[in-house]
């Protein structure tokens, strides 16, 4: 597509010209750094307000289902990794889980605990990285090398238990590969203690910066009704003020015995999204805590499961709240070892669908900031 | 640089004149590889491992290639942090080309290399970056980490040192092969070395045969067993949201014709039998489809409001549509399935009660071909207009892309 454009690009609709301005179409994408890797947006501009934006996705369409069904369930877990990276551990943990439902398979309960340990780290991973990023999108490169240190920490207990930094491919059906060292429960103190230092400057820190206000209250609006008629899930969908969240209102693993809250944001524009994700950071905090305290410190940490799983003729569909969003696996299967089907329900794929209902109205520079507190992975989009 | 590449006629005739080519070549190389400046561009799963290079624990800057620039137009390396795509690739030919000479390319991680983990049963990966744009460094890893990051930037200034004016350095070539199954070939020459091998050691081995006579009375010791225990799974007791006898109930007075799948009779003791994890899971006619859908989503006891997913699966004689809805207020999830046509895949739209089911049918239509009555903008979403073919559809066969796994 040409940069300024007369023809109407795919997906809008046909325009009525307007005699005191006039409208053009903007190629964002898929090369910009503002885009969190390869989507491209076809923005139509009144000046420098937004009047609609077009994405385009498929820029890393990687066809993970089409290869899904040429592996078997076991060996499918290392694609989920390369799905939403900065959740991986979520999203072994929903393949894992529909495995489990599908071939009767239990886990034990120190598995239970490792596993929802590894899954709020992960959290609290993914959102220092989205704070990391979120402060560099608007121009603040200070948010960028504190999120990244902090973040390191985290990675290096990863890498300790699994010896991964990024792509984990840790949990099995029936717990996770291999046992958490003896430093995994100290290593983690140790960056709860950091975290409760730093956290509440952190926040501060670009939060409390008037530029960021301005530039976030206000900007983007997102309704409730539009966030759920759309299907928007996690972050996302709760500053908006859809109370919705997997762990709590469909409980898997044993999220239903830790007390935490649930944060809700009034107005959904940026500036909600953003506290969101801060508070989110907090309760995930208070669940590992908890975690800490009632984690039993001996006891097999996986069951054992047949070298080849089948699952009988069925579907199975298992869901997990990712750093993003309900994230979900449905399987169909034929009694094979490899599935008939794998469809993977991604968050950012419904998440990202708003941004045209978002940004309109607001300027060029907002849709930045609209990108940057959505918070997409592009990957896991296109799948 | 054109007055310097001019420099060694000028000056190597004269009597001093290398040594002063020499040291201006050792300038200019000192200068270039002490300030590489990467293009902004990563696809996946390395961009990260690319910023966390960049962050403050690795520190590229140690290497002076921390100024990461957004546009092509300013950068003397484009770093290839993910995997690449086919509708990617005329992309990234054109970063590469608005690069200013002299242009570094370093491939970074398996996919660039030779698709990693997406060679084989992929119809959308370019196996290898190298078949697009030349590459001066590739580094291995799934992602590389940080450190082998590091060391292929390291690599690279070596490389950048070995440049001088009297013979420029030359671009890597492209590689042009069709994409063939290397897999085979590897074996049999590794089973060919193995052979070789043997015969070599065979006197060896005898020898010691001989020296060892009661050799076959040892044993390796035995792997440690773990003390692990079958366990089976355990279903959460208490149900979440409605029960699927009431919502039954609801259905079947306003659509008798509706079933539930897998279940021949409906009585509240079969449903109770499947577990307070049951979903129900409906079974719905191409006619009835829309209006059901928007009768989950209207009727006050049901309360769909909130959709989780529309997809397909291909069962060779039929496609089936499953819709999976969700109340955000009960809480409860409801699956709907239609079945269509094999042969004329058509089936009526749900994107005006959904906004969200917009993209997801989209995505249905791309994948599969089944096409939506009324649906406002039925285009491909994720596979360009050049690509003719289904891809999840389970006859899709593609020769000139799709490497089928030898085992």
């Given at each position: 597509m040409d940069l300024v454009s007369a023809q109407v690009p795919a997906g809008f609709p046909e325009t009525h010209p307007n005699e005191l301005t006039e409208e053009f179409y903007l190629n964002m994408g898929p090369q910009h750094p503002a885009t969190h890797g390869v989507l491209r947006l076809v923005v139509k501009l009144d000046g420098e307000t937004v009047k609609g934006v077009v994405p385009h996705l498929g820029y890393i369409h990687r066809s993970i289902e089409k290869m899904a069904e040429s592996e078997t369930y076991v060996q499918n877990i290392h694609l989920t990794d390369r799905l939403d990276y900065l959740s991986c551990h979520m999203n072994n943990l929903c393949l894992c889980m529909a495995v489990e439902k599908g071939a009767n398979i239990g886990v034990p309960e120190r598995g239970e605990y490792i596993r929802i340990m590894i899954c709020e780290l992960q959290r609290l991973q993914s959102h220092l990285l989205w704070w990391a990023t979120f402060g560099m999108d608007l121009g603040a490169l200070t948010a960028f090398l504190y999120g990244f240190d902090q973040r390191e920490q985290i990675t290096d207990i990863f890498e300790d238990v699994c010896g991964a930094r990024l792509t984990m491919n840790y949990f099995r059906p029936g717990g996770s590969y291999c046992d958490v060292p003896d430093t995994f429960i100290p290593r983690v103190k140790a960056v709860l203690e950091g975290m409760e230092k730093s956290l509440d400057e952190y926040a501060d820190l670009v939060g409390g910066n008037m530029i960021i206000q301005e530039r976030c209250q206000g900007i983007g609006v997102l309704t409730k009704e539009k966030a759920i008629s759309y299907g928007c899930s996690g972050p996302v969908a709760r500053a908006a003020g859809v109370d919705y969240d997997v762990r709590r209102d469909d409980p898997y693993g044993i999220y239903d015995r830790f007390d935490f809250d649930v944060p809700l944001g009034k107005n959904g524009d940026c500036y909600d999204r953003y506290t969101v994700r801060i508070e989110e950071m907090r309760q995930s905090m208070r669940i590992l805590e908890q975690c800490i305290k009632e984690m039993p410190s001996e006891g097999p940490y996986r069951s054992k499961i047949k070298t080849v799983i089948k699952i009988p003729e069925g579907h199975s569909y298992a869901n997990v709240e990712t750093a993003r969003g309900l994230f979900g696996t449905y399987i169909v299967s034929d009694n094979k070892p490899k599935p008939y089907r794998l469809k993977y329900r991604s968050p950012n794929f419904s998440n990202v669908n708003i941004i045209d209902e978002v940004a309109k109205g607001f300027k060029v520079a907002d849709l930045v900031t609209v990108l940057a507190t959505l918070d997409p992975v592009i990957p896991d989009i296109d799948r | 640089?054109?007055?310097?590449?001019?420099?060694?006629?000028?000056?190597?005739?004269?009597?001093?004149?290398?040594?002063?080519?020499?040291?201006?070549?050792?300038?200019?190389?000192?200068?270039?590889?002490?300030?590489?400046?990467?293009?902004?561009?990563?696809?996946?799963?390395?961009?990260?491992?690319?910023?966390?290079?960049?962050?403050?624990?690795?520190?590229?800057?140690?290497?002076?290639?921390?100024?990461?620039?957004?546009?092509?137009?300013?950068?003397?390396?484009?770093?290839?942090?993910?995997?690449?795509?086919?509708?990617?690739?005329?992309?990234?030919?054109?970063?590469?080309?608005?690069?200013?000479?002299?242009?570094?390319?370093?491939?970074?991680?398996?996919?660039?290399?030779?698709?990693?983990?997406?060679?084989?049963?992929?119809?959308?990966?370019?196996?290898?970056?190298?078949?697009?744009?030349?590459?001066?460094?590739?580094?291995?890893?799934?992602?590389?980490?940080?450190?082998?990051?590091?060391?292929?930037?390291?690599?690279?200034?070596?490389?950048?040192?070995?440049?001088?004016?009297?013979?420029?350095?030359?671009?890597?070539?492209?590689?042009?092969?069709?994409?063939?199954?290397?897999?085979?070939?590897?074996?049999?020459?590794?089973?060919?070395?193995?052979?070789?091998?043997?015969?070599?050691?065979?006197?060896?081995?005898?020898?010691?045969?001989?020296?060892?006579?009661?050799?076959?009375?040892?044993?390796?010791?035995?792997?440690?067993?773990?003390?692990?225990?079958?366990?089976?799974?355990?279903?959460?007791?208490?149900?979440?949201?409605?029960?699927?006898?009431?919502?039954?109930?609801?259905?079947?007075?306003?659509?008798?014709?509706?079933?539930?799948?897998?279940?021949?009779?409906?009585?509240?003791?079969?449903?109770?039998?499947?577990?307070?994890?049951?979903?129900?899971?409906?079974?719905?006619?191409?006619?009835?489809?829309?209006?059901?859908?928007?009768?989950?989503?209207?009727?006050?006891?049901?309360?769909?409001?909130?959709?989780?997913?529309?997809?397909?699966?291909?069962?060779?004689?039929?496609?089936?549509?499953?819709?999976?809805?969700?109340?955000?207020?009960?809480?409860?999830?409801?699956?709907?399935?239609?079945?269509?046509?094999?042969?004329?895949?058509?089936?009526?739209?749900?994107?005006?009660?959904?906004?969200?089911?917009?993209?997801?049918?989209?995505?249905?239509?791309?994948?599969?071909?089944?096409?939506?009555?009324?649906?406002?903008?039925?285009?491909?979403?994720?596979?360009?207009?050049?690509?003719?073919?289904h891809p999840l559809r389970k006859d899709f066969d593609d020769p000139s892309r799709l490497t089928k796994r030898p085992y």
């Open positions: - | 640089m054109g007055m310097i590449n001019q420099l060694p006629k000028v000056l190597d005739p004269i009597p001093g004149g290398k040594m002063v080519v020499n040291a201006v070549d050792y300038l200019v190389n000192w200068a270039r590889s002490n300030s590489l400046w990467p293009l902004v561009y990563g696809t996946s799963c390395c961009a990260i491992e690319m910023m966390a290079t960049g962050a403050a624990k690795h520190d590229i800057a140690r290497f002076g290639a921390e100024v990461f620039r957004a546009s092509p137009r300013q950068a003397d390396v484009i770093i290839l942090a993910g995997t690449l795509t086919e509708k990617m690739s005329k992309h990234l030919e054109v970063l590469y080309d608005q690069m200013p000479e002299p242009k570094y390319v370093v491939a970074m991680g398996a996919c660039t290399i030779s698709g990693g983990p997406f060679y084989y049963d992929n119809y959308s990966v370019i196996k290898g970056a190298d078949r697009i744009i030349p590459v001066d460094v590739f580094i291995p890893g799934c992602p590389p980490r940080p450190e082998a990051l590091l060391y292929g930037i390291m690599e690279l200034q070596k490389l950048i040192r070995g440049e001088s004016i009297r013979n420029p350095r030359k671009p890597g070539e492209v590689e042009s092969e069709p994409w063939v199954n290397r897999h085979q070939e590897a074996v049999a020459e590794w089973e060919k070395e193995q052979e070789a091998v043997e015969e070599e050691i065979a006197p060896q081995r005898a020898q010691w045969k001989e020296d060892n006579p009661d050799f076959k009375a040892f044993k390796h010791p035995k792997k440690p067993v773990e003390d692990l225990e079958k366990m089976e799974y355990v279903p959460r007791e208490k149900r979440v949201g409605a029960e699927p006898f009431a919502l039954w109930n609801i259905v079947h007075e306003k659509f008798p014709e509706v079933t539930l799948h897998g279940i021949e009779e409906v009585t509240e003791e079969a449903l109770a039998e499947k577990g307070a994890e049951y979903i129900p899971d409906f079974v719905v006619g191409t006619e009835q489809y829309s209006a059901f859908v928007r009768f989950l989503r209207e009727h006050a006891d049901t309360d769909c409001d909130y959709i989780i997913q529309v997809t397909a699966v291909d069962f060779v004689d039929r496609y089936d549509v499953c819709v999976h809805l969700m109340s955000t207020t009960k809480k409860h999830k409801i699956f709907v399935r239609c079945s269509i046509d094999h042969d004329d895949p058509k089936i009526d739209t749900i994107s005006h009660i959904y906004l969200g089911a917009n993209w997801h049918e989209r995505e249905v239509y791309d994948f599969f071909g089944i096409t939506f009555n009324n649906h406002p903008d039925m285009r491909r979403i994720f596979l360009f207009d050049e690509f003719d073919a």
